[in-house]
Structure formats: structure tokens, C-alpha cells
């Protein structure tokens, strides 16, 4: 305000007294190393929880799909892992580009494949995981499906071949689209409509419908980006009701 004062001539122009200029309470540029270490920590954790949908949304009768209710745990996925959120600093500012609206598709760069075995590396030794010695180990999963996409197919397709090679695991198939179905550029606000869209616009592949039912084991349905959550449950119900033992997804991004 001095300064200001004195630039328009005010004769009064002094120091206030209060300020933290005048004060001289000024806040410290150290950090200490604990919270470093915590920040980084944090940052570079590997991975983030996607929670599986358990019910289905109100009002599907309604829209003409025949499901309500509990989904069955026989047709529910299991819990997954995201590689970050769109929404948070760290990984969501390396991967809001690569999934905006208008990024070209293309394979996944090396950094976010690593990263993604970083999280797989946590996920299997974490609880729930399926690593030797953990204790209540779960099933080892035997495989990876990859989701269809009309927008990021390379991007899906490498990053399931990327995550079959380094887990040396069977490349089963992907999940496609229904000749003439658009599921992919329905708006996604209402979880009713996106369901009606969804419902007979996804298929499982006679040949994936196979292997699926030889797996003795989850697989990992891999996509690129989570938001409501219906697109895995209708792909992991699809997938359990086709045979899979266990669906693990696997996703680059929870959106929000
Ligand atoms: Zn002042």
C-alpha cells in the first residue's frame, strides 16, 4: 500500500505497521525432510483403488433393461487398481493429456507402462494381492482381456499386451463392440441411460468365450479410464457370465 501510495504522490505514504512486509512474519521457503519424504511418498504410491460397483442403478425397468438390485457376486468385479486419478497432481498431470477428449490414440509410452508394472507389483503383494507369502493370498490371475474402444484402441491394446508380456500371461482377447452398436459416444450423465447404452452394445468373442472358460483363474480386464464404473461392470459381468473365474480391472485412470 506504501508503495502504491507514494507511486499516485500521497505526501502520508508509510509503512502500515501490520503487514507481513512491515512485520516481518514472513512464512519460510525450508520444508522439512519428513514432510518431503511424506509428499513423496504419497506422490509416487503406486496406483489407486478403483471400488467395483456393487448395485445396479435405480430405473432400469424404466429404460427397458431387465436388471436390478444387487449385482450377483458371481457376476461382480473384483476390486481394481488405477494407475492415478485425472484430478490429482502426480500421475493425473501426466495422464489428463494423453486421455483428453481430443488426444490422438496411440501406443502407451514407456514411463506410464512402467508404472503401471509398479502398481501391479504393489497390488500383488498388498492385501488382496495374489504374491507367494502374502496371507490371505488370492487366486493368481491366469490372464489379460483387453477392452474395445472406439477413441484409444491402440493405447488399450498395447498397454494388455504390454502387461501380458511382462506378467507372461495369455493375451486371451478384448471385449467388442456389437456391429453397429455406439455405446462409446453415449453422454454419460444419467447411470440409467449409460446402462441402456451399454446393454447389448458390448460382446465377448466366441474364442475369448473359450478361453475364458479354460483360464483356471481371474484375468485383468484392462481399460483406459474409469468414470461411473458401468462400463467395468457390464464388460466384468459379461466376462464372469462367459466363464472368467474373477475379473481384476485394470485401468490408467479414474476420472475425478
Ligand atoms: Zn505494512
Redesign the pocket.
Known sequence: MEFLRRQLDDEGAA?????D??AGARFGDEVSSAALDSARGELGRAGVDVEPRKMWPTGLAAVGVDLKGRIPAGEQAAPGRALGRLSDIGWGNRLRPMLAPQAPDGPVPDDVAKAVVDVLTDWAKGPGGWASGSGDAQPRPVGVVTMTSHTRPQLIQSLGARIAEIGRLPLLGSIEYTAGADAGRVPRSNSAQRLRALDGALTVPPALATALREADGPVFLVDDMTDSGWTLAVAARMLRRAGAKGVLPLVLAVQG
Open positions: 509503512p502500515c505497521g501490520r503487514c512486509n512491515c
